[in-house]
């Protein structure tokens, strides 16, 4: 718990580029202000699935306190296991592997999907995204899915001080090298593959969707919805 909140923010900038995949290019995003927050919510019968009508919006921002705030959250489930639908355009990297620890020791399904508060009673919606440090909170999941208007992006580690101006080379390549080996662990205890750390070498690749054939490939996403 000390541990959690003595987390400290590595801001991550979402890279524009393109690889293999499809053609249009990530938006360049800043890291989005709204911190991320947990809702258990409540829909109608089979809402989320054959004997699914709860589970755990997950919307925002992934910042140095959201691991505290999921904790609170999964502590009161008593034992349910409800999926968690992620809305989010990134955050925090290290705290986004502190959250997917969290979600993984919980046993929790993780979709990217939109929740839709528009209609009598709250929905999956058919889209949702998923940027940035969200992947790790994807990566979590005990099983991986996604709505099938869902926009997922693959984006590389990227470093900036304190006015958002970027780091030099030579610093930038030592940070990320040194991030890289925390990824390949966090991607090991979560059962994937490590190479799939090489895509988020900023000094090697630029950021791109990855296609469905890329996602099922590297085991990112393991079923439908």
């Given at each position: 718990?000390?541990?959690?909140?003595?987390?400290?923010?590595?801001l991550?900038?979402?890279?524009?580029?393109?690889?293999p995949a499809?053609s249009?290019?990530?938006?360049?995003?800043?890291?989005?202000?709204?911190?991320?927050t947990?809702?258990?919510?409540?829909?109608?019968?089979?809402a989320?699935?054959?004997?699914?009508?709860?589970?755990?919006a997950?919307?925002?921002a992934?910042?140095?306190?959201t691991?505290l705030?999921?904790?609170?959250?999964?502590?009161?489930?008593?034992?349910?296991?409800?999926?968690?639908?992620?809305?989010?355009?990134?955050g925090?990297?290290?705290?986004a592997m502190?959250?997917?620890r969290?979600?993984?020791?919980t046993?929790?399904v993780?979709?990217?999907?939109?929740t839709d508060?528009?209609?009598?009673?709250?929905?999956p919606a058919?889209?949702g995204?998923?940027?940035g440090?969200?992947?790790?909170?994807?990566?979590?999941?005990t099983?991986?899915?996604?709505?099938p208007?869902?926009?997922?992006?693959?984006?590389?580690?990227?470093?900036?001080?304190?006015?958002?101006?970027?780091f030099?080379?030579?610093m930038?390549?030592?940070?990320?090298?040194?991030?890289?080996v925390?990824?390949?662990?966090?991607?090991?205890?979560?059962g994937?593959?490590?190479?799939?750390?090489?895509?988020?070498?900023g000094t090697?690749?630029?950021?791109?969707?990855?296609?469905?054939?890329f996602?099922?490939?590297?085991?990112?996403?393991?079923r439908?919805?």
């Amino acid at each position: 718990m000390r541990a959690l909140r003595r987390l400290i923010p590595l801001l991550i900038v979402l890279a524009g580029g393109s690889l293999p995949a499809r053609s249009e290019e990530p938006p360049p995003a800043a890291l989005p202000a709204t911190a991320m927050t947990f809702t258990l919510t409540q829909g109608g019968a089979d809402a989320c699935g054959p004997g699914c009508s709860r589970w755990i919006a997950a919307e925002g921002a992934i910042l140095a306190a959201t691991p505290l705030a999921f904790l609170e959250v999964s502590q009161a489930l008593g034992g349910e296991k409800p999926p968690v639908l992620i809305h989010s355009d990134g955050g925090v990297v290290e705290a986004a592997m502190a959250l997917g620890r969290l979600v993984r020791r919980t046993g929790l399904v993780t979709i990217v999907a939109r929740t839709d508060r528009s209609g009598a009673l709250p929905r999956p919606a058919l889209d949702g995204s998923c940027h940035g440090a969200c992947l790790y909170l994807l990566l979590a999941g005990t099983e991986r899915a996604a709505a099938p208007g869902a926009v997922l992006s693959i984006q590389p580690l990227a470093f900036s001080g304190p006015a958002t101006d970027p780091f030099p080379d030579a610093m930038q390549a030592r940070l990320t090298t040194a991030a890289l080996v925390r990824v390949r662990a966090y991607l090991s205890e979560m059962g994937i593959d490590p190479d799939l750390a090489r895509y988020l070498d900023g000094t090697r690749y630029d950021g791109f969707f990855p296609t469905r054939g890329f996602l099922d490939s590297h085991a990112i996403l393991t079923r439908d919805p």
